[in-house]
């Protein structure tokens, strides 16, 4: 989940090693497959698509693609699952999400999913979240027809692999 590479640029910035890929470089983030070899991680990254939000790419395989809520959350709770069997005794997984409202789903409560997930697979939370306010964001200065609450804000949520 590359997305436009910020991350990757940054962590060669700063001289950290990082491994970056992408559906649209064929990598299935939620596949194992996509993992063999890299052995394990002591950080892991993720800003997953929030569903269909925003859809990336025409690959059936992309998070933002999903059919369906139910569907994004079977593979989301695969990404989850992958990246926790790659993760370090005492590694870290932080995931920027954030809800929505979809026309036809209604509120969507990602954030909820994404701390049920993380919670099902092990992973204890250590930190207090971190709260990414979008104030000022492109689509802040957008006008809709019909009323609703806009999303003003995406949390980070910070998980722990248990050392035992």
């Known amino acids: ?14 001289g ?7 559906i649209r ?3 299935d983030a939620t596949s194992r497959q996509s993992y063999v070899g890299l052995g394990e991680f002591d950080f892991v990254w993720l800003h997953p698509p929030y ?3 925003k859809v990336y790419t025409d690959d059936p395989m992309d998070l933002s693609n999903a059919a ?11 990404l989850i699952a ?3 069997w790659r993760m ?4 870290k997984l932080a995931i920027l999400m954030g809800d929505y409202s979809d026309r036809e789903a209604g509120y969507c409560p990602l954030i909820y999913h994404t701390q049920r997930l993380c919670f099902e697979f092990g992973l ?6 971190i709260i990414r306010f979008s104030h000022g964001a492109s689509s802040s200065g957008r006008v809709y027809k019909s009323s609703f609450i806009p999303g003003l804000h995406d949390v980070c949520t910070i998980m722990e692999r248990p050392v035992s």
């Open 1 to 14: 989940m590359t997305g436009s590479g910020t991350c990757a640029d940054v962590c060669r910035e700063l």
């Open 82 to 84: 992958v990246v926790r």
């Open 68 to 78: 369906s809520l139910r569907d994004f959350l079977l593979r989301y709770t695969s």
């Open 16 to 22: 950290i090693e990082c491994l970056s890929f992408d």
């Open 88 to 91: 370090a005794a005492g590694g």
């Open 51 to 53: 569903w269909r939000q």
């Open 25 to 27: 470089d064929g990598k």
């Open 124 to 129: 204890v939370q250590k930190h207090t979240q």
